[in-house]
T-cell receptor
Framework: KAGVTQTPRYLIKTRGQQVTLSCSPI?????VSWYQQTPGQGLQFLFE???????NKGNFPGRFSGRQFSNSRSEMNVSTLELGDSALYLC?????????????FGPGTRLLVL | SQQGEEDPQALSIQEGENATMNCSYK?????LQWYRQNSGRGLVHLIL?????REKHSGRLRVTLDTSKKSSSLLITASRAADTASYFC?????????????FGAGTRLFVKA
C-alpha cells in the first residue's frame, strides 16, 4: 500500500497570504489528523477528521481550518499567514482513531512565511 | 501545550551502547506511544504500550510504563548509527471528540560510528 502523501512538500509564502495543504491518507484509512511542528512549540495537534467531520480540535486560532472529502483526502487551510506559522505540517492517517490505532505519518509540508 | 516532558533533550553515544530516553506526562492516558523522526521528516511509529501494561519489547526496543509516576522510558539496545534521530513519546487521552494525541518535546539521539 502506498503511504501517506502530502503536497506540496515545500512552500514559501508571505505574511497575510493564505495557504492550502493537502494530505492523502493510506487507502482504507478514514481518520486524518494534522499536526504542526516548530522548534519552539514542538509537535502540536491541530485537528482530526473522520468521515468528513471534524471530530477533534487542538488549541489553534480560527485561521487554521480543515476539511475532509468523501475519499478521505484532507486539506488544511491557514489564512492571513503570520511569521510564526512557519513550521513543518504533518498529517497522519489511521483506520479509525481508536486508542489502539497506530497513526501513519506523511513526510510533511515545510511552510516558510516571509 | 506539551503534555510530555522528555529527558535528556539530547544524547550522544557510541555505536553498540544502549540508549535510554525518559518521558513524563501529566494527565490520565489510554496508551503511550514512541515515535522516531529523522531530520525533520515524518514520524515513524515504534511501539505502543497500553495503560495497563508495564513493559513491552519490540526487537531492540524496550519500553516501560509507570502510570503511578506518569512516566515511561524507551531503551534502545546495541545502538547503530542508523538509530540517529529524534525520539518522541506521545500520549492518547480520550475526550468528548475522540482521542487527542499529545507529543513530548523529544530527545535527539546521536549514535557515533
Amino acid at each position: 500500500k502506498a503511504g501517506v502523501t502530502q503536497t506540496p512538500r515545500y512552500l514559501i509564502k508571505t505574511r497575510g497570504q493564505q495557504v492550502t495543504l493537502s494530505c492523502s491518507p493510506i487507502s482504507g484509512h478514514r481518520s486524518v489528523s494534522w499536526y504542526q511542528q516548530t522548534p519552539g512549540q514542538g509537535l502540536q495537534f491541530l485537528f482530526e477528521y473522520f468521515s468528513e467531520t471534524q471530530r477533534n480540535k487542538g488549541n489553534f486560532p480560527g485561521r487554521f481550518s480543515g476539511r475532509q472529502f468523501s475519499n478521505s483526502r484532507s486539506e488544511m487551510n491557514v489564512s492571513t499567514l503570520e511569521l510564526g506559522d512557519s513550521a513543518l505540517y504533518l498529517c497522519a492517517s489511521s483506520l479509525d482513531r481508536g486508542d489502539q490505532e497506530t497513526q501513519y505519518f506523511g513526510p510533511g509540508t515545510r511552510l516558510l512565511v516571509l | 501545550s506539551q503534555q510530555g516532558e522528555e529527558d535528556p533533550q539530547a544524547l550522544s553515544i557510541q555505536e553498540g551502547e544502549n540508549a535510554t530516553m525518559n518521558c513524563s506526562y501529566k494527565t490520565s492516558i489510554n496508551n503511550l506511544q514512541w515515535y522516531r523522526q529523522n531530520s525533520g521528516r515524518g514520524l515513524v511509529h515504534l511501539i505502543l504500550i497500553r495503560s495497563n501494561e508495564r513493559e513491552k519489547h519490540s526487537g531492540r526496543l524496550r519500553v516501560t510504563l509507570d502510570t503511578s509516576k506518569k512516566s515511561s522510558s524507551l531503551l534502545i539496545t546495541a545502538s547503530r548509527a542508523a538509530d540517529t534521530a529524534s525520539y518522541f513519546c506521545a500520549t492518547d487521552a480520550k475526550n468528548t471528540g475522540g482521542f487527542k494525541t499529545i507529543f513530548g518535546a523529544g530527545t535527539r539521539l546521536f549514535v557515533k560510528a
